[in-house]
T-cell receptor, first 115, second 113 residues
């Protein structure tokens, strides 16, 4: 079945530690996105990538980094510079860059907790 | 900038009652609007989308939404609530660049027996 796979489902991070969240898709989609979800705040865009080896900052990119070396993969690293990383992280993809009228497919999310 | 406002962070309805979830948008251009549903600890699933083809949009699971330009609204409705409809609902609009979605803060729907 085609879809987006995020791993791990739950992740615990110690203070000052970098962690990487995995996102893999087999939908042959060009564009991929990372959103952060906090209770009562909706979803906020962290980074997005329209094509391999290219990505742009979203609204809350500080303290995060990404790479897009393969079309199928868009990992997100939460660095120690992110002061409040505890949140639910969602990866999404669309067939083509530009969400004007296309459906975004979402992964099941990774819940990151700082311990 | 394109944005949406969802009125009511929590809505409670009885099983079999009408569901009405409110969304108002702000856009400088004709918007592309979406409703997504999220079940606990899950990703988001598209319910329906408005792309200017028709003002009344039908989606999955019996939901529909009507685009009203005069009211800048895109409210989500379902004639008869089912227990399985209990979830978080998000309204979203394509942003200025067209490359990302701007989401509302979400409305949590509770369905009581």
């Amino acid at each position: 079945d085609g879809g987006i796979t995020q791993s791990p489902k739950y992740l615990f991070r110690k203070e000052g530690q970098n962690v990487t969240l995995s996102c893999e898709q087999n939908l042959n989609h060009d564009a991929m996105y990372w959103y952060r979800q906090d209770p009562g705040q909706g979803l906020r865009l962290i980074y997005y990538s329209q094509i391999v080896n290219d990505f742009q900052k979203g609204d809350i990119a500080e303290g995060y980094s990404v790479s897009r070396e393969k079309k199928e993969s868009f990992p997100l690293t939460v660095t120690s510079a992110q002061k409040n990383p505890t949140a639910f992280y969602l990866c999404a993809s669309t067939l083509m860059p530009g969400l004007m009228n296309t459906e975004a497919f979402f992964g099941q999310g990774t819940r990151l907790t700082v311990v | 900038a394109q944005s949406v406002t969802q009125l009511g962070s929590h809505v409670s309805v009885s099983e079999g009652a009408l569901v009405l979830l409110r969304c108002n948008y702000s856009s400088s251009v004709p918007p592309y609007l979406f409703w997504y549903v999220q079940y606990p600890n899950q990703g988001l699933q598209l319910l329906l989308k408005y792309t200017s083809a028709a003002t009344l949009v039908k989606g999955i699971n019996g939901f529909e939404a009507e685009f009203k330009k005069s009211e800048t609204s895109f409210h989500l409705t379902k004639p008869s609530a089912h227990m399985s409809d209990a979830a978080e609902y998000f309204c979203a609009v394509s942003d200025n660049s067209g490359y990302a979605l701007n989401f509302g803060k979400g409305t949590s729907l509770l369905v009581t027996p």
